[in-house]
T-cell receptor, first 113, second 113 residues
Framework: AQSVAQPEDQVNVAEGNPLTVKCTYS??????LFWYVQYPNRGLQFLLK??????LVKGSYGFEAEFNKSQTSFHLKKPSALVSDSALYFC???????????FGKGTRLSVIA | DAGVIQSPRHEVTEMGQEVTLRCKPI?????LFWYRQTMMRGLELLIY????????DSGMPEDRFSAKMPNASFSTLKIQPSEPRDSAVYFC???????????FGPGTRLTVL
């Protein structure tokens, strides 16, 4: 069965600094990996995904994520954080079949001006 | 496209009452998912449908919960009778086979007094 771990409940970063939100996964076979963001009182919004191909995936709002098969990780990154990036971030994984996504518990990102 | 539509956005009810949450998926999507989000348990998958057929309802917490999808454009999640511990935000999401990512609705915030 697939699983996702987001080891940090909270990440604090100063505006303008680079940010990283960590995610590790476990899945049988090749993983399909996703990042979602949730702003207060809103649904989850899709940010980016890795299915195959280049290990560095670029997504919405300047975010990117790097797939590392040997470390079974898919960390979310942004070169320069904005206060408006403050939100709850979810990593998710599924296997190659039509199984539902399995979500991590979420990491709350706080960008301080 | 208007995205996934959920109604009502907020519901306050008393213990023992029946609650019905509604969802309209994105037109053409063939998968529909119901999730529940709480602070304690995070995001939980309750049930999902493929082409209007329930595929996995193992996440439905109790027999008090039921879900239907009478057609491709409408689904309901019913709780009868409701209990205070059912208080949560309920999300509906839809996806298109082969596209992988799920699109979430804005959620219904349920409060059971």
């Amino acid at each position: 069965a697939q699983s996702v771990a987001q080891p940090e409940d909270q990440v604090n970063v100063a505006e303008g600094n680079p940010l990283t939100v960590k995610c590790t996964y476990s899945v049988s076979g090749n993983p399909y990996l996703f990042w979602y963001v949730q702003y207060p009182n809103r649904g989850l919004q899709f940010l980016l995904k890795y299915i195959t191909g280049d290990n560095l995936v670029k997504g919405s709002y300047g975010f990117e994520a790097e797939f590392n098969k040997s470390q079974t990780s898919f960390h979310l990154k942004k070169p320069s954080a904005l206060v408006s990036d403050s939100a709850l971030y979810f990593c998710a994984v599924r296997d190659e079949g039509n199984t539902p996504l399995v979500f991590g518990k979420g990491t709350r990102l706080s960008v301080i001006a | 496209d208007a995205g996934v539509i959920q109604s009502p956005r907020h519901e306050v009810t008393e213990m023992g009452q029946e609650v019905t949450l509604r969802c309209k998926p994105i037109s053409g999507h063939d998968y529909l998912f119901w999730y529940r989000q709480t602070m304690m348990r995070g995001l939980e998958l309750l049930i999902y449908f493929n082409n209007n057929v329930p595929i996995d309802d193992s996440g439905m917490p109790e027999d008090r919960f039921s879900a239907k999808m009478p057609n491709a454009s409408f689904s309901t999640l019913k709780i009868q009778p409701s209990e205070p511990r059912d208080s949560a935000v309920y999300f509906c999401a839809s996806s298109l086979l082969g596209r992988h990512e799920q699109f979430f609705g804005p959620g219904t915030r349920l409060t059971v007094l």
